[in-house]
C-alpha cells in the first residue's frame, strides 16, 4: 500500500517554543491512525501542517503524494478535514450548508442527492437539517459537520476529536463510517483524547509529547514497550508520565 500521508523531518516554531519536533511520519492508504497526546502536545498542530492551515519551518508534508506549500491544491481536493470546534454558517439550514460544500467540490446534482441521501439517513440527521443552523445543539453541528466532510468521497479524512458531543449511537455510526473509508482504500487520521476509541477501531497509534513522536506502532507493539501491559490509558500515562485529564484544549 502506498502513502496517504508523510511528514518528513517536520518542525513547526511558535517564537522561541518548538510545538513540533523533527517528526516524521507516515500513514498508508486503508489506514486508520490515531494520534494522541497530552494538551499542548502538538496534535493540532501537526494537523494544521497536513492540511495546509499551517506551513512547517522546516520538513516537508505529503498528502496523496502532492507537497503541502508547493502542490496542495490536489491534495486539498482529495482531503477532508474535521477540526474539533464544528463551524456551520448559522443563518443557513444544515441542508443548504451542505449544498454549498458539494458545489465547492463541484458534485454534480445527482452525486450530491446520492451522497447526502446516505449521510442523512446514517447520521439520523433528517428531523433538524432544513432548521438553521444557529439552533443546532453541539451534536446536530458535528454531525452536519462530519457530513460536509464525506460528502465528496475523500481519498484522506482528517479529524479532531471527532466524538465530542455525540450520543452513544452515533459514537457507533462514526466509528463504522471510519472502517467503511479504510476498507475501501481510504485513509483516517485521527487526533483524540478518547483513548478507549482509538484502542478500538485504530490499526496503529501514534503518541506525541512536548512535540516529540515518542512511540508508533499497533497497539500490541506499544504493549510490548510498555512495562504495564494493559489498556492504551495505562500505556499512555506510562510513556508520557502525564496525569492530564481529558478535556478539550489546544494541541
Not at 503541502?68 to 481536493?77: C, E, I
Not at 463510517?177 to 481510504?186: A, E, P, V, W
Not at 512511540?215 to 500515562?237: V, W
Request: net charge negative; charged share 25%; proline share 3%.
Amino acid at each position: 500500500m502506498s502513502e496517504a500521508i508523510k511528514l518528513d523531518g517536520v518542525i513547526k516554531r511558535y517564537g522561541h517554543k518548538v510545538a513540533v519536533n523533527r517528526l516524521s511520519l507516515s500513514v498508508k492508504e486503508g489506514e486508520l491512525f490515531a494520534f494522541l497526546g497530552p494538551n499542548g502536545a502538538g496534535k493540532t498542530t501537526t494537523i494544521k501542517m497536513i492540511t495546509g492551515l499551517l506551513t512547517p519551518h522546516a520538513g516537508t508534508v505529503d498528502v496523496c503524494g502532492h507537497r503541502m506549500g508547493t502542490d496542495g491544491l490536489p491534495a486539498k481536493a482529495q482531503l477532508a478535514y474535521v477540526p474539533d470546534q464544528p463551524f456551520l454558517y448559522e443563518k443557513l439550514t444544515g441542508r443548504e450548508f451542505l449544498y454549498f460544500v458539494a458545489e465547492m467540490y463541484r458534485m454534480d446534482t445527482a452525486s450530491r442527492d446520492a451522497a447526502l441521501d446516505t449521510l442523512i439517513r446514517r447520521l439520523d440527521m433528517s428531523e433538524f437539517l432544513d432548521r438553521l443552523a444557529g439552533s443546532y445543539s453541539h451534536g446536530m453541528k458535528q454531525r452536519v459537520v462530519l457530513a460536509a466532510a464525506l460528502l465528496h468521497q475523500p481519498r484522506v479524512l482528517i479529524i479532531d476529536e471527532p466524538m465530542v458531543g455525540l450520543d452513544p449511537r452515533t459514537v457507533r455510526t462514526v466509528k463504522d463510517l471510519f472502517l467503511d473509508i479504510t476498507r475501501s482504500g481510504g485513509t483516517v487520521f485521527m487526533s483524540t483524547h478518547t483513548l478507549e476509541v482509538a484502542e478500538a477501531v485504530a490499526d496503529r497509534i501514534g503518541i506525541i509529547h512536548q512535540g516529540d513522536l515518542i512511540a508508533e506502532g499497533t497497539l500490541e507493539e506499544l504493549r510490548a514497550r510498555a512495562t504495564q501491559q494493559h489498556s492504551l490509558e495505562s500505556i499512555f500515562l506510562e510513556l508520557t508520565g502525564s496525569d492530564d485529564e481529558w478535556i478539550d484544549g489546544e494541541s
